[in-house]
């Protein structure tokens, strides 16, 4: 019999375990395949959050969080850490999924192993080496480093033409997300989680209240840009005093200070732990629309009919923009202000970006993945 192919799946933040737990769970129903999953734990609490809605137990847990870390230290802790994995488990392939610092490192480190590597989310792009940052920059080194190109869409395999990727090495999948989010739905619907913090009633899809989402962590905002949304989200909360603003904090450092000191002591704010992946879809589920600057709550939102305000002055994601579900509004004050409120009141505008056909996935882009992993 031929022997099993040794993939490990390597992730440390949040997005990728939500992504890659489709591809760990189908992996696990093929004999031709041994899979190992490692965890940089480049978070520690969010990560944990994720692994345990889907019942995944790593086999290698490196640790690696720190308060506040900086790009460069986690960047180099991680590929030391992964080298030392590399050389005891040496895999045949390793799959990483995304842009974050444990996506660059683990390639990086695979590359000077001479293992294969394939790219889930291969290909987004916004060609600006600052925004996100350092996401950008990060995703375009991978896609030199990497073997299969796992690309979500027609217009991500477009960007990795471009760049000079052969053609044979590129796979139009759909996004593991809409796997997840799939998942996830038919969970809540079986049960409806609580959420501390927030009564039973405003959860309720028959609460009068309007129920505006709000996430936000991107390092490019630090400073200025976080204060401006703060303000932006204060101002939205003394003109609409009946609608509710439920806002999932980051554990960033960088993202609560500005969060707590501008929002705290306001009624109809809601402050509240970041949540686990059942309890945010059914928020997203209930909300009225989302304002985020999250790449992934981009491709989910559309799956669930709801608009999404992207504080962002660029996305790596167009295809929403194009449909009309999202749209950018930046990180300036009177400009989110003037996009949640014209949502708030105009009908006809809020009818406009809701759309329940998403252009990222159908569901299927893990098993996608995997029929691409056993034929080769
Ligand atoms: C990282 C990813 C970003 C992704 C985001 C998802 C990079 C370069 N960026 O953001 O692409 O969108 O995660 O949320 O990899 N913290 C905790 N507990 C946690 C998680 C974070 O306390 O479970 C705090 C820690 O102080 C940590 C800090 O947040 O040092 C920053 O975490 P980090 O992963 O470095 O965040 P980003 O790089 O901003
Ligand atoms: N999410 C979650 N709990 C929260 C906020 C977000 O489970 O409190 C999920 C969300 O549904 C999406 C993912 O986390 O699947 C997005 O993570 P994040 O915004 O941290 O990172 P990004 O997608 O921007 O890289």
Redesign the pocket.
Known sequence: MKKAKKVSIIF????EAIKLSPIILGLREYPQFESNVCVTA??????DQVLSVFRIKPDVDLDL?????G?SD?TARAISALDVYFKQYQPDLILVQ?????VLAASLAAFYHKIKIGHIEAGLRTWDKYS?Y??EI?RVLTTHLADYHFAPTGWAKSNLIREGVPKERIFITGNTVIDALQIALKSIRNHQPDITGLTKSLLNRSDPRPLVLITG???ESFGAGFESICQAIARLADRFPQTAFVYPV????NVRKPVFKILSNRKNVHLIGPLSYLPFVALMDRCILVLTD??GIQEEAPSLGKPVLVMRDRTERPEAIKAGTAKLVGTDSNRIFKSVSNLLTDPRAYAAMVNRKNPYGDGKASSRIIEILKRD
Request: glycine residues 8%.
């Open positions: 440390g933040t949040r997005p480049q978070h520690r609490e969010l990560l969080m720190r308060p506040n870390q790009l986690l995304g842009d974050t610092t444990t996100p350092p996401e990060n962590h991107r390092r980051h554990l960033n450092p999250s790449g």
